[in-house]
């Protein structure tokens, strides 16, 4: 029997803890790992992920009543911020039951400039769930979470949600599938729907057993098609098509997917579409093959699992969001962690039960939780039982690089802006709560550019403007944002050779020259005449790298060059030890000749600044308005327009343009078309480097504080 022991405080984010007495228990059995559901709910923003969240816990038992966007009451959107503005910013985990399966859910944004959100959930999930909008049907955001659920091989569930819109169409839905995602949809269900006095959607109806079902079913299973080819329809028993339904949505390279029907508000097709996932999705046994083999004998216990997310709470302390995918994490245990090779001892395992965290003692193989007492665990990080440090090889590397895929990765923000305190005694505050959201986000970049004023970059202008709101209602910090900017690089424009003696190194030849495309560098660190130590010369590599992230007229990164370092050593360094305090004079001694050789060839370089491409989506009989103002907009327009949907009822432009000519460009289209229409896909394509002149006035606005 659960007793509850006592209630804290809040912990974060306003939920209440109750700690539970742990109850004896066995390692995870088969049947507990096989009924453990592990789905992310991805779509285009405002198709209804959030509703379908709150509605699965409704109708799970996990809240007295759903919660409702337009109130600001729902359980995932925990932020003021989200809830002033009825978005989604930050992905939230919850844990709810139904026929008895645990089913572990991550809401995920579904703006374009929070896609990193999305990508690092979707890494540690088993199943994806594809929210569309029944009365739009697929959008452009659509296609762009659907390219990422194929990217991480997932199996997926569409619902088309809004069906008790009048104006909703299923059809339109199944050809958009067909057409965007280039998918054959299997329906499951249908809505049932009345149009007296008033349109109603009454029930959905099930479709497992149509005819139309099991032709496509013989088209997409093979073996199903061996077993059951030239049986009546009538005569196919439930339980083979349910397991031909399963194989088909487990397929890795699937050109069908399983399509069910309802609406999140109303309720209707919601508990169906539940037993769907807890049928048809995959348990997390699948993924315990990608581990090294020591993970996978039978009467291992070690512990692997990896931190999707990280997060610190008002004391300042870690809370890591965790998947884990071997052995049983228990309170105390000791973990090491792969990347900063440092160990942790676990303070605290968490499940969060529909906004209420519940403190356990243990979890077993398959879960997501939440673990406290690894303070140096960040985002990415992939965690082992301690004692197993020692016995890891290359091998066993290169497989948790599996696990961690994908959330680690740098993303270069697009769009900066500096930051200032209204006072100088709101500046400390500033500056620890940008650290402390920077390190919950690793896409906000942070560096003080001076005295008191703060450089934050990131990946939309939506962003920026969250960042701010979130410092004023969560931190009380009172500042003012300057005006917003674009990520330019600094590109060479012509070659120089820069030659430098240095007691500690010696000499030091350095030859940098501009390459095309101009979107990486080319380096290389050469000695002659002598010998260094592995380790110390991939130091002087790291510096000769890091110093092109700092470019000389305005600090931001040096795109395009191919840099060649070639030293004369002043003697023979091989019987230097690989300590720090043996490598740090020479890692200092290469910073400032590389640091000094760009400094004094500052008149080699000019602003390069981004191109991007991106969507707009809207009716037909706005395109021709959107487009004329596109082209009033932009000196140099590229655009394609097309129409889709029946009868050419909606348009899509893809159109290209310097991304410093977009600022403010989503909320003139939205004054322009009533927020009909919406801009999508913004992504960089390439640089191109500015003119001499145009970039001397750029760099003289920046450091106005113009531009």
Request: hydrophobic share 35%; glycine share 6%; proline share 4%.
């Given at each position: 029997m659960i007793v509850v022991l006592c209630v804290r405080e809040t912990l974060k984010r306003g939920c209440m803890i109750r700690r539970f007495a742990s109850r004896p228990g066995n390692p995870p059995s088969q049947d507990q790992e096989s009924a453990i559901r592990n789905i992310g709910i991805v779509a285009h923003v405002d198709a209804g992920k959030t509703s379908v969240t709150e509605r699965i816990l409704f109708e799970c038992g996990a809240l007295r009543t759903a919660g409702s966007i337009k109130h600001g009451t729902t359980t995932t959107d925990y932020l003021q911020c989200e809830r002033d503005r009825g978005i989604t910013v930050n992905s939230a985990f919850v844990q709810t039951t139904w026929n008895n399966h645990t089913i572990n859910i991550i809401d995920t944004p579904g703006h374009l400039d929070f896609n990193f959100e999305v990508e690092r959930c979707l890494r540690v999930l088993d199943a994806a769930v594809l929210v569309i909008?029944?009365?739009?049907?697929?959008?452009?955001?659509?296609?762009?979470?659907?390219?990422?659920?194929?990217?991480?091989?997932?199996?997926?569930?569409?619902?088309?949600?809004?069906?008790?819109?009048?104006?909703?169409?299923?059809?339109?839905?199944?050809?958009?599938?067909?057409?965007?995602?280039?998918?054959?949809?299997?329906?499951?269900?249908?809505?049932?729907?009345?149009?007296?006095?008033?349109?109603?959607?009454?029930?959905?109806?099930?479709?497992?057993?149509?005819?139309?079902?099991?032709?496509?079913?013989?088209?997409?299973?093979?073996?199903?098609?061996?077993?059951?080819?030239?049986?009546?329809?009538?005569?196919?028993?439930?339980?083979?098509?349910?397991?031909?339904?399963?194989?088909?949505?487990?397929?890795?390279?699937?050109?069908?997917?399983?399509?069910?029907?309802?609406?999140a508000i109303s309720g209707v097709g919601v508990p169906e579409f539940l037993n769907h996932v807890t049928e048809l999705h995959p348990s997390p046994r699948r993924t315990f093959s990608q581990l090294p083999e020591i993970f996978q004998e039978s009467r291992s216990s070690a512990v692997c699992g990896v931190v999707f997310k990280s997060s610190r709470d008002s004391r300042n302390s870690v809370f890591c969001q965790s998947r884990l995918y071997a052995g049983k994490l228990k309170l105390r245990e000791k973990l090491f962690n792969l990347r900063s090779r440092s160990d942790a001892v676990v303070s605290g395992i968490w499940s969060n039960q529909a906004g209420h965290k519940t403190e356990l003692s243990s979890v077993g193989k398959g879960e997501i939780c939440m673990i406290s007492g690894c303070e140096d665990f960040r985002t990415g990080d992939v965690f082992v039982s301690s004692e197993l440090k020692r016995k890891i090889d290359k091998e066993m590397i290169e497989k948790f690089r599996l696990l961690d895929s994908g959330l680690d990765q740098h993303r270069e923000p697009l769009f900066f802006a500096n930051i200032e305190a209204d006072t100088a005694a709101e500046t400390t505050k500033l500056t620890r709560a940008l650290d402390q959201m920077s390190f919950e986000d690793p896409t906000l970049e942070v560096k003080e550019v001076d005295d008191g004023v703060i450089e934050v970059?990131?990946?939309?202008?939506?962003?920026?403007?969250?960042?701010?709101?979130?410092?004023?209602?969560?931190?009380?910090?009172?500042?003012?944002?300057?005006?917003?900017?674009?990520?330019?690089?600094?590109?060479?424009?012509?070659?120089?050779?820069?030659?430098?003696?240095?007691?500690?190194?010696?000499?030091?030849?350095?030859?940098?020259?501009?390459?095309?495309?101009?979107?990486?560098?080319?380096?290389?660190?050469?000695?002659?005449?002598?010998?260094?130590?592995?380790?110390?010369?991939?130091?002087?590599?790291?510096?000769?790298?890091?110093?092109?992230?700092?470019?000389?007229?305005?600090?931001?990164?040096?795109?395009?060059?191919?840099?060649?370092?070639?030293?004369?050593?002043?003697?023979?360094?091989?019987?230097?030890?690989?300590?720090?305090?043996?490598?740090?004079?020479?890692?200092?001694?290469?910073?400032?000749?590389?640091?000094?050789?760009?400094?004094?060839?500052?008149?080699m370089f000019v602003l390069s600044e981004p191109i991007a491409n991106f969507t707009v989506e809207g009716p037909n009989h706005l395109s021709a308005e959107v487009l004329s103002d596109y082209n009033s907009l932009v000196s140099h327009p590229s655009v394609q327009v097309y129409h889709f949907g029946p009868n050419d009822k909606n348009f899509r432009m893809h159109a290209w343009a310097p991304l410093v000519q977009l600022l403010g460009y989503p909320g003139r289209l939205g004054k322009l078309t009533k927020g009909r229409a919406t801009l999508t896909n913004l992504k960089v394509g390439n640089y191109h480097a500015m003119d001499r002149e145009i970039s001397e006035q750029t760099v003289r606005s920046i450091r106005l504080g113009l531009c």
């Open positions: 909008d029944g009365a739009q049907g697929v959008e452009a955001q659509t296609v762009t979470v659907w390219n990422q659920i194929r990217r991480y091989r997932l199996p997926c569930l569409i619902f088309i949600n809004k069906c008790d819109r009048e104006s909703s169409s299923v059809e339109r839905c199944l050809e958009g599938i067909r057409e965007e995602l280039g998918v054959e949809p299997i329906l499951l269900n249908t809505p049932a729907t009345t149009s007296t006095p008033r349109y109603t959607l009454t029930g959905v109806e099930d479709q497992r057993e149509s005819k139309e079902v099991k032709e496509l079913l013989m088209l997409a299973d093979s073996r199903f098609e061996a077993k059951y080819s030239g049986v009546p329809v009538d005569r196919i028993p439930p339980w083979a098509i349910t397991r031909s339904l399963r194989y088909v949505n487990n397929l890795y390279k699937n050109d069908f997917v399983l399509v069910c029907v309802g609406s970059g990131g990946m939309g202008e939506l962003h920026l403007s969250i960042v701010k709101d979130r410092l004023q209602s969560e931190h009380g910090v009172n500042c003012r944002i300057r005006k917003i900017r674009v990520n330019f690089q600094e590109a060479l424009e012509d070659s120089f050779v820069y030659f430098a003696e240095d007691d500690v190194i010696g000499s030091i030849k350095i030859e940098i020259e501009s390459i095309l495309p101009a979107r990486f560098n080319r380096y290389k660190v050469h000695v002659n005449n002598g010998r260094f130590h592995k380790t110390l010369l991939d130091k002087l590599y790291s510096s000769v790298k890091s110093a092109m992230c700092f470019g000389p007229l305005i600090g931001h990164s040096v795109m395009g060059a191919s840099v060649k370092v070639t030293i004369w050593p002043v003697t023979d360094f091989t019987l230097l030890k690989s300590t720090k305090s043996e490598i740090r004079p020479f890692k200092r001694a290469m910073d400032s000749v590389m640091r000094a050789a760009i400094r004094e060839n500052k008149s």
